[in-house]
């Protein structure tokens, strides 16, 4: 039976909506590798409270993950089903760490974010009155994008600036 719930869509073809849904999935997924196996190689400097932040990012990733194939099923979709898909379908790729030092990590971690950032912000545009219910999912989500992007681009200043001070410490 037709469901009411998808009848409230207008303007945007569900399939579509799938579609981009399943893109982020793929996003998300490979997100929450990368911070996931960030957190075991990374080396360095404050490398703990680092490796703190790196898992709450892997964690968040996830239940990113949870929230959009829950909306994806909603809408009468199937969720990727193989990993294969993820690399297929990914706005954002996978930045595969070759450097572990702290910095190199919050690098590639940083450019995943922002990468995340368009992606949702586009999500948002493309949903705004056409699709309340995936609207409020991706807007939700992007806001934790820009607090993830907020705390690693903060963390990254602070490293700097403890290397400027133990520099200049053994001057
Ligand atoms: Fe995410
Ligand atoms: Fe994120």
Not at 33 to 45: A, H, L
């Amino acid at each position: 039976m037709a469901r009411v719930g998808n009848s409230i869509i207008k303007g945007i073809e569900i399939d579509e909506a799938i579609g981009l849904l399943n893109r982020a999935y793929a996003d998300e997924w490979l997100a929450y590798y990368q911070y996931y196996i960030e957190s075991k190689v990374i080396k360095g400097i404050m490398k703990d409270s680092i490796i703190a932040e790196l898992n709450q990012h892997a964690t968040d990733e996830l239940r990113h993950a949870d929230m959009i194939a829950g909306r994806i099923l909603q809408l009468g979709g199937t969720p990727l089903l193989n990993p294969k898909e993820w690399f297929k379908q990914t706005n954002c790729g996978y930045e595969e760490p070759k450097d572990f030092d702290v910095l190199a990590i919050l690098e590639d971690s940083i450019k995943g974010e922002q990468c995340a950032i368009e992606t949702y912000s586009k999500l948002v545009d493309i949903t705004k009155d056409k699709d309340i219910v995936t609207y409020d999912i991706v807007s939700e989500i992007l806001a934790d994008e820009v607090e993830h992007e907020e705390d690693l681009q903060g963390l990254y200043e602070d490293i700097t600036e403890f290397k400027v001070q133990i520099k200049e410490s053994l001057k």
